[in-house]
């Protein structure tokens, strides 16, 4: 749902969004664009360009781009910075702080060479600022509060201009008590494409920052002071089952740009493929030192983009492989139970809280996945998910990428589960079971003492040389 800066203002009681003292005489002239706002989860369509240098413009996975406003030489923008409400999954949702209605905010997409006006609202309970992480601009438009630019004070406008030279994957986020408001999910995708329309071009080009949230079961707020002890991790503020698929026509070119800001590093695998990775926030990978990758590991605070070439049909896995962050909200004190024979305990146990507990854990935890227990409100399964074989017992960051044959050149609409050709899915063997040697038939035994054991005493370096 799109929501105008009229409508907006209206619903907030008519709240002044700009100090125009604080905006520069060249900008004030012109008037202050309309502050756009999305509150929508669900990925929108990409917003091709109406005016300029063509390209091919990114989708985000579950967000969406900003629209600018074309005025004389300078594309002006709008950022909003506030509290916002994301549903990180059906049945769950997040208090959180994010701009124009949303965490992320919207991408920023603008081309090479162009000159950008953006106008920065503050409708936080605090001062902020933005910092355009990436991008070569002037030290003062750098966005860091204190150092570069005063604080942005709450209800304040700010406007940062600055001409855009490099194309290439860049992001925004704040410099100012960053550490809480990194936290609370603000933070944005900036892409710049090349002035010229063949250069880097793909047909389908893809974008979404990884993030991570502690927010404790039935709870809304995320605990701002977590160093390592997360329970929410996210691509663009959402967890599987939430996440949108990846759609690719089959023969399409196909890039994803990913930003990092959590505090730690992802491999992030791709299944069915091997990529090439083609740019970082640093600038276009040449294609003499490209290198071919199935799993590329994005560090903090920085951004990777890969492509590849969509040529094999199919729901390919799309995931980071920490296996924990592909989980969600769990405890990081639950014990290990494997083989423990649990009855005795859990007939005590329902004889106090009543006959729906039951035991979890004696042969794992996949039985999870496929039940639905009660739960407290805004609470989300540790493993959740099905697929048309059944359950998938994946949560956090974990999604498909989905390779089909036919698809229009900008159709992202999910094409439902693939119809696998006949004698293309592993199946289970009816016949007699195979003999599976085990290394202790084909090793040499070895009798008790027989191994040569020698001790050496702790001495000087100069003993052992």
Not at 90 to 115: C, F, H
Not at 148 to 153: C, D, G, L
Not at 370 to 380: C, F, R
């Amino acid at each position: 749902m799109t929501i105008s800066r009229r409508e907006f203002m209206a619903a907030t009681g008519g709240l002044a969004l700009v100090n125009a003292g604080l905006v520069s005489g060249r900008a004030a002239a012109a008037g202050i664009p309309e502050a756009v706002m999305q509150t929508s989860p669900a990925m929108q369509p990409p917003l091709y360009p109406h005016s300029g240098p063509d390209y091919q413009p990114v989708v985000t996975l579950n967000g969406w781009t900003l629209p600018w406003r074309q005025n004389g030489d300078w594309k002006e923008f709008h950022l909003v910075a506030e509290p916002v409400v994301r549903e990180l999954a059906p049945g769950m949702r997040a208090y959180l702080w994010g701009y124009n209605g949303q965490s992320p905010g919207p991408t920023i997409e603008v081309v090479e060479g162009d000159k950008v006006r953006i106008f920065v609202t503050n409708k936080l309970p605090e001062h902020t600022t933005v910092h355009w992480h990436g991008q070569i601009l002037p030290s003062g438009m750098d966005g860091v509060g204190g150092l570069t630019q005063p604080h942005i004070e709450p209800g304040k406008t700010f406007v940062y201009e600055f001409m855009v030279h490099d194309s290439g994957t860049f992001m925004y986020h704040p410099h100012s008590d960053e550490m809480v408001q990194m936290a609370m999910g603000m933070m944005g995708s900036f892409i710049v494409h090349p002035r010229d329309p063949k250069l880097h071009r793909v047909d389908r080009d893809f974008v979404f920052l990884l993030g991570a949230f502690d927010i404790e079961p039935g709870s809304y707020m995320p605990k701002i002071m977590t160093m390592l002890d997360f329970n929410l991790w996210t691509f663009n503020s959402r967890v599987f089952p939430g996440i949108d698929h990846l759609v690719i026509r089959k023969g399409d070119r196909a890039r994803v740009r990913i930003g990092n800001l959590s505090m730690t590093s992802h491999p992030i695998h791709l299944h069915g493929y091997h990529f090439s990775v083609t740019c970082t926030d640093g600038g276009w990978v040449p294609e003499s030192a490209r290198w071919p990758e199935v799993t590329i590991n994005v560090p903090v605070g920085a951004m990777r983009a890969f492509e590849f070439d969509a040529n094999y049909e199919g729901d390919w896995a799309f995931h980071c492989h920490k296996s924990h962050h592909t989980m969600n909200a769990m405890g990081h004190n639950v014990k290990t139970y494997i083989g423990v024979d649990q009855k005795d305990i859990q007939q005590k146990i329902r004889h106090l809280v009543g006959s729906n507990y039951m035991s979890m854990g004696k042969d794992g935890m996949a039985d999870m996945g496929a039940m639905e227990m009660p739960l407290p409100d805004n609470t989300l399964p540790m493993m959740t998910g099905f697929g048309q074989f059944g359950p998938i017992e994946m949560g956090g960051m974990f999604t498909v990428v989905k390779v089909r044959e036919g698809l229009d050149r900008n159709d992202y609409n999910d094409p439902g589960w693939f119809k696998h050709p006949e004698g293309t899915v592993a199946f289970e063997w009816q016949g007699e079971a195979p003999i599976a040697p085990r290394a202790s038939e084909s090793a040499s035994p070895t009798e008790p003492g027989s191994v040569e054991l020698r001790a050496v005493k702790p001495g000087s370096h100069r003993d052992h040389q």
